[in-house]
């Protein structure tokens, strides 16, 4: 099983930072991709950025520069940095482990903390 809990949400102006945890009651050395996700009011779930166990990392076209993914294999955790952030960057944000095999694949989600961008 895997429980994941973040934390690191809160208020922030336009152009700061913050940085999220994921921290995982199981080993995610054993997890393929490890992913951040959001939704805000009215919008879809979108991924923000992903990070596989061999450290490929991806991101969504509207946080490319601005945000990094990491995980910390001895702390369980993985990380999400956000930078320069924008109004737009508000919604909740969500950790996801994703196991692609075998068929079908699992997800496992945190229950998500909020992240407000506003002056």
């Known amino acids: 099983q895997v429980q994941l809990v973040e934390s690191g949400g809160g208020l922030v102006q336009p152009g700061g930072s913050l940085r999220l945890s994921c921290a995982a009651s199981?080993?995610?050395?054993?997890?393929?991709?490890m992913g951040w996700y959001r939704q805000a009011p009215g919008k879809e779930r979108e991924l923000v950025a992903a990070?596989?166990?061999?450290?490929?990392?991806n991101f969504a076209d509207s946080v490319k520069g601005r945000f990094t993914i990491s995980r910390d294999n001895a702390k369980n955790t993985v990380y999400l940095q956000m930078n320069s952030l924008k109004p737009e960057d508000t919604a909740v944000y969500y950790c996801?482990?994703?196991?692609?095999?075998?068929?079908?694949?699992?997800?496992?989600w945190g229950q998500g903390t909020q992240v407000t961008v506003s002056s």
């Open positions: 990070i596989t166990s061999g450290g490929t990392t």
């Open positions: 199981g080993s995610i050395l054993s997890t393929n991709i």
């Open positions: 996801n482990a994703h196991f692609p095999s075998p068929w079908p694949p699992r997800n496992y």
